[in-house]
């Protein structure tokens, strides 16, 4: 079975302190054959602060994205035209688009630059609030949050900045896995339905992101009732990503998140080289 990792981070992107030569030394020993760094660009900061004539809230609150976007697309386009002359990995220059409701301006025009391959949308806070890491929950109204969220997604989903949903069901990683808080994820049948109708219509996909397995929410995102829902729809476009920040998460989960994949239906699941899927056999 061939592997893939569509969704890792390296020390260009905040959260992470990862050297990219050490990624890369850990894909080569796990044989993957496609292999995608996502660092974060989150549009709703991408401007300096000065721009922005605010203070950050928090130590996690960065700026100036636009110098990580500069930086991740000469080191990833480096390393495509290195890995490339070796043969035996594809590589694929990607983003993590972070918040694209934002700018969708902007976020169409990272999108159309001709070195990306391949851009992951994903919403990991709310206008007027953090991220969904930061939050207290014992003072938030999680029903709002979740309509919200999921409100998002779905205008996020209409417009062409994007090649797949990342982490759809993100807040669980929180609510459900670090707080515990019971979610009846049916009550969001419908605003869920929507979204992956919109994603099928456009031609785009979602991800099935395996780092749930590693941490204490203990399932991908999406789950499998979700994953079968979004097959049942008609998916076909279906991305995995470990969300790596670190070479010894690299990869993590993806073989189960293959073997899930296959169970809910699908026979394919896909990397993305200049915007366009590139389907594998997980039969």
Request: with cysteine.
């Amino acid at each position: 079975m061939q592997l893939l990792d569509c969704h890792t981070h390296t020390e260009l992107s905040p959260d992470s302190s990862a050297k990219f030569i050490d990624m890369y030394q850990q894909a080569k020993n796990l044989n993957l054959y496609a292999w995608s760094v996502t660092n974060h660009i989150e549009l709703c900061r991408y401007y300096s602060q000065e721009f922005y004539a605010t203070q950050p809230r928090n130590e996690e609150d960065f700026f100036n994205y636009a110098l990580r976007w500069e930086n991740s697309m000469q080191e990833n386009q480096f390393a495509k035209e290195l890995i490339s002359s070796e043969n035996n990995m594809q590589f694929i220059n990607g983003i993590e688009l972070g918040e694209p409701n934002a700018d969708f301006g902007l976020a169409k025009s990272l999108y159309q630059d001709k070195r990306l391959d391949f851009v992951i949308a994903s919403l990991h806070e709310l206008p007027d609030k953090l991220d969904f890491y930061f939050l207290d929950y014992a003072q938030e109204n999680i029903s709002d949050l979740l309509e919200n969220y999921f409100n998002i997604l779905l205008e996020i989903t209409k417009h062409d900045c994007y090649d797949v949903l990342g982490h759809i069901t993100y807040p669980l990683r929180y609510i459900a896995g670090k707080f515990h808080i019971k979610i009846n994820m049916q009550v969001y049948q419908d605003y869920i339905a929507e979204i992956f109708k919109s994603v099928i219509n456009n031609q785009k996909g979602i991800e099935l992101n395996t780092s749930g397995y590693r941490q204490s929410y203990g399932k991908p995102f999406p789950d499998e009732n979700l994953l079968k829902f979004y097959k049942a729809l008609g998916g076909k476009i279906l991305t995995l990503g470990s969300d790596a920040h670190s070479p010894e998460d690299l990869g993590k989960g993806v073989q189960t998140g293959i073997a899930l994949a296959n169970a809910c239906g699908f026979d394919k699941v896909c990397y993305y080289l200049r915007h366009e899927a590139h389907f594998i056999n997980i039969n």
